[in-house]
């Protein structure tokens, strides 16, 4: 517990989760909203890409723009996130949509894809990027499985996993961490994008 934001645990017998446990409550949306909805993005992305309805680049072709292309997707990713978040702690969207990732005050690993479907139909749209700019199925994978991970970072509630002898990896967010704990502040992730 020496690295942890905070001294409280995941909530359980709590009315405003799911099943009044916390941690079910995140299993459940991650699982029954997130995981369906990533994987229609991925299985339509892959779909355009193999019937040629998308622009696509050949790596042996372009090797420089394809090292780029990766490189800057964790960016457009930030970016994109950062714009759908501000909208939806718009007033109308957040009581809707986003008050439900934000029952979680004290957020942990699976917290990150905790949200109510209609967030994360707009969280999924980052990958969208990729069906107009020339890119390849690996980016687009890349795209994909950076937005499917990283949520697990930015709300570890921990900033430190201690492994042996004083050894550690950091591993939170402290920013989104203050994030849920005060709303309005911190849309970002811990990168450039972050105001």
């Known amino acids: ?48 890409y193999a019937n040629q309805f998308i622009p696509y680049v050949a790596p042996q072709e372009h090797p420089i723009y394809f090292v780029v292309m990766m490189l800057l997707v964790p960016l457009m990713r930030e970016t994109h996130f950062y ?25 942990g690993p699976v917290s990150g894809l905790a949200m109510h479907p209609v967030e994360h139909l707009l969280y999924w749209t980052g990958v969208m990027i990729h069906w107009v700019i020339p890119s390849h199925p690996i ?7 950076h937005a499917a991970i990283t949520p697990a970072q930015g709300h570890a509630g921990f900033e430190r996993v201690v492994l042996s002898d004083g050894m550690h990896v950091k591993t939170g967010d ?22």
């Not at 714009?83 to 957020?107: A, C, F, Q, T």
């Not at 980016?139 to 499985?145: E, Y």
């Not at 402290?174 to 105001?195: A, I, M, R, T």
């Open 174 to 195: 402290f920013f989104h961490y203050l994030h849920h704990k005060y709303f309005e502040c911190n849309y970002g992730g811990d990168g450039p994008v972050n105001l």
């Open 83 to 107: 714009l759908i978040h501000r909208l939806i702690h718009w007033g109308p969207l957040y009581r809707w949509v986003h008050y439900l990732h934000h029952n979680n005050v004290d957020p």
């Open 139 to 145: 980016h687009a994978l890349f795209h994909t499985q």
């Open 1 to 48: 517990t020496d690295w942890k934001y905070t001294n409280r645990w995941f909530a359980r017998d709590n009315p405003i989760f799911l099943f009044r446990n916390q941690t079910f409550d995140n299993l459940f949306w991650t699982y029954v909203s997130a995981v369906p909805i990533w994987t229609a993005f991925e299985a339509v992305t892959m779909w355009l």
